[in-house]
Nanobody, 123 residues
Framework: QVQLVESGGGSVPAGGSLRLSCAAS????????MGWFRQAPGKEREGVAIIDRWGGTNYADSVKGRFTISKADARNTLYLQMNSLQSEDTATYYC?????????????????WGQGTQVTVSS
């Protein structure tokens, strides 16, 4: 089965940058939909960014122009480069694969999900 482990979270001042990584136990990125999601306390899960099997991407309006999702198929790794971070970006970030449908509104019961990594942005 597929196992995902996120890393790269932490605390950063507003305006700073972080790069999140998601390592998969098996090769899936060339054929499966991948994405990053986040959830803040008291709020619903939000689809942050999606990348499809062809490398096409889709971003939430709140992060467009600041975040970049990418993948390294040969390394079984998914990335989220986060620049110009804002306090509103504070959340637990999760990576997922084999999402269905391949959108930011993928079914929560679909695919495989990591354990999450915390991102905290101070004003």
């Amino acid at each position: 089965q597929v196992q995902l482990v996120e890393s790269g979270g932490g605390s950063v001042p507003a305006g700073g940058s972080l790069r999140l990584s998601c390592a998969a136990s098996v090769y899936t990125y060339s054929i499966n939909c991948m994405g990053w999601f986040r959830q803040a306390p008291g709020k619903e899960r939000e689809g942050v960014a999606i990348i499809d099997r062809w490398g096409g991407t889709n971003y939430a309006d709140s992060v467009k122009g600041r975040f970049t999702i990418s993948k390294a198929d040969a390394r079984n790794t998914l990335y989220l480069q986060m620049n110009s971070l804002q306090s509103e970006d504070t959340a637990t970030y999760y990576c997922a694969t084999n999402l269905s449908p391949c959108t930011r509104n993928a079914r929560r019961e679909s695919g495989y999900w990591g354990q999450g990594t915390q991102v905290t942005v101070s004003s």
